[in-house]
Antibody, heavy 119, light 106 residues
Framework: QVQLQESGPGLVKPSETLSLSCTVSGGSISPFYWTWIRQPPGKGLEWIGY???????YYNPSLKSRPSISLDTSKNQFSLGLTSVTAADTAIYYCARYDSTDYLAFDYWGQGTPVTVSS | SYELIQPPSVSVSPGQTASITCSGDKLGDKYVCWYQQKPGQSPVLVIHQDRKRPSGIPERFSGSSSGNTATLTISGTQSMDEADYYC?????????FGGGTKLTVL
């Protein structure tokens, strides 16, 4: 059974960089897209971006150039960096797998990790 | 930016049929997925590619899509189906979610 587990600091100061990791177990990195999605308190889901197993990335245009996603296949892990954070970036951050060949959907999700942006 | 519009809330009596809509420009030309999220839990995929159910999802969940609207239908709704439901589609290589619909079973 595929499992995803987020990790990283729960508190980040304004203007600093948010850094999270997601460890994938029970399945292969390829041929999937590895994705970050967030959910502000009491609000809906927002897609942040993905990295393909090939290493190419695509990000939500509304986040400008702030996010970056990287992949470490040797550790079965992918990471999110989000620069210049503000209180608006306070959210639960989920990592998820996008199945681009069969389901064409986010079929596995991590449990989510809460991140608060505050001084 | 692509917008998906869902009703904020839908109410249904136990055993009845609940329908949740998702509207977007030319949505019928795109594949739509539906996710169920219960309080304090991660979203769970309940419908993919407009109408397909992943393994383990009860048959009472079904989906359809045509024109500018996709619909999630829950037949014989049970109290355990009370949750937030989100539609999702892709546009220009970006994923978009609807604002979510809170389904109340009462």
């Amino acid at each position: 059974q595929v499992q995803l587990q987020e990790s990283g600091p729960g508190l980040v100061k304004p203007s600093e960089t948010l850094s999270l990791s997601c460890t994938v177990s029970g399945g292969s990195i390829s041929p999937f897209y590895w994705t970050w999605i967030r959910q502000p308190p009491g609000k809906g889901l927002e897609w942040i971006g993905y990295i393909k197993y090939s290493g190419s990335t695509y990000y939500n245009p509304s986040l400008k150039s702030r996010p970056s996603i990287s992949l470490d296949t040797s550790k079965n892990q992918f990471s999110l960096g989000l620069t210049s954070v503000t209180a608006a970036d306070t959210a639960i951050y989920y990592c998820a797998r996008y199945d681009s060949t069969d389901y064409l959907a986010f079929d596995y999700w991590g449990q989510g990790t809460p991140v608060t942006v505050s001084s | 930016s692509y917008e998906l519009i869902q009703p904020p809330s839908v109410s249904v009596s136990p055993g009845q049929t609940a329908s949740i809509t998702c509207s977007g420009d030319k949505l019928g030309d795109k594949y739509v997925c539906w996710y169920q999220q219960k309080p304090g839990q991660s979203p769970v995929l309940v419908i993919h590619q407009d109408r397909k159910r992943p393994s383990g999802i009860p048959e009472r969940f079904s989906g359809s899509s045509s024109g500018n609207t996709a619909t999630l239908t829950i037949s014989g709704t049970q109290s355990m189906d009370e949750a937030d439901y989100y539609c999702q589609a892709w546009d220009s290589s970006a994923a978009f979610f609807g604002g979510g619909t809170k389904l109340t079973v009462l």
